[in-house]
């Protein structure tokens, strides 16, 4: 089975451009959550989404938005890029946004790695 | 809300030597609680995790973590550390707001 993939894989952009990245779950999840990993740094959630509904928003600027198709894959825009946006992203799946015990937890993808410039 | 706190962001270990990561967590509520690996230039691999079914939580490669709610305490252990454990883990706390706050991440070194 594919786990969580992503696409690209890099990406280099120049400030002031927009940029999306884009996120297919594992098959049969239908959550699906955005994560900023500065270099350095832990991960900073951004976004969730269930059942193409914004659960959860982060501490990020308006720039930043994200959106569920109908078949549970999720795009993720920045606009108006700064360096400072330069990251690796992650995107983490899930089979549920309710808690369930021990069926509860993510699947993370291998994260796109944008460079602005 | 939640917090998540990692003692040490560099650790060296000998091969073959013990292995302890440090993480607490803050919450009025226990939370679920998660370790990650993560290699260079790669995305995040699930470790364990604690969902209140067991205290003590055995994850994958030797790795095992315990809970212990008085100490507000979440650390992970491994008994003979191998040059392959070599990576960056993150502890990280997930509660009702469902998603995950992770901590600074520890750097863990496997000297031959």
């Known amino acids: 089975d594919a786990g969580v993939t992503q696409s690209p894989t890099h990406l280099i952009k120049t400030r002031g451009q927009h940029v999306t990245l884009r996120c297919s779950p594992i098959?049969?999840?239908?959550?699906v959550s955005w994560y900023q990993q500065v270099l350095g740094q832990g991960p900073q959630f951004i976004f969730q989404y269930y059942e193409k509904e914004e659960r959860g928003r982060g501490n990020f600027p308006d720039r930043f938005s994200a959106r569920q198709f109908p078949n549970y894959s999720s795009e993720l825009n920045v606009n108006a890029l700064l360096l400072g946006d330069s990251a690796l992203y992650l995107c983490?799946?899930?089979?549920?946004?309710?808690?369930?015990?021990?069926?509860?937890?993510?699947?993370f993808g291998s994260g796109t790695r944008l460079t602005v410039v | 809300a939640q917090s998540v706190t990692q003692l040490g962001s560099h650790v060296s270990v000998s091969e073959g030597a013990l292995v302890l990561l440090r993480c607490n967590y803050s919450s009025s509520v226990p939370p679920y609680l998660f370790w990650y690996v993560q290699y260079p230039n790669q995305g995040l691999q699930l470790l364990l995790k604690?969902?209140?079914?067991?205290?003590l939580v055995k994850g994958i490669n030797g790795f095992e973590a315990e809970f212990k709610k008085s100490e507000t305490s979440f650390h992970l252990t491994k008994p003979s550390a191998h040059m392959s454990d070599a990576a960056e883990y993150f502890c990280?706390?997930?509660?009702?707001?469902?998603?995950?706050?992770f901590g600074s991440g520890t750097q863990l070194t496997v000297l031959p």
């Open positions: 990280a706390a997930s509660g009702s707001a469902r998603q995950l706050t």
């Open positions: 098959s049969g999840h239908k959550s």
């Open positions: 604690y969902t209140s079914a067991a205290t």
């Open positions: 983490a799946s899930s089979s549920t946004f309710i808690t369930t015990g021990t069926n509860y937890g993510y699947t």
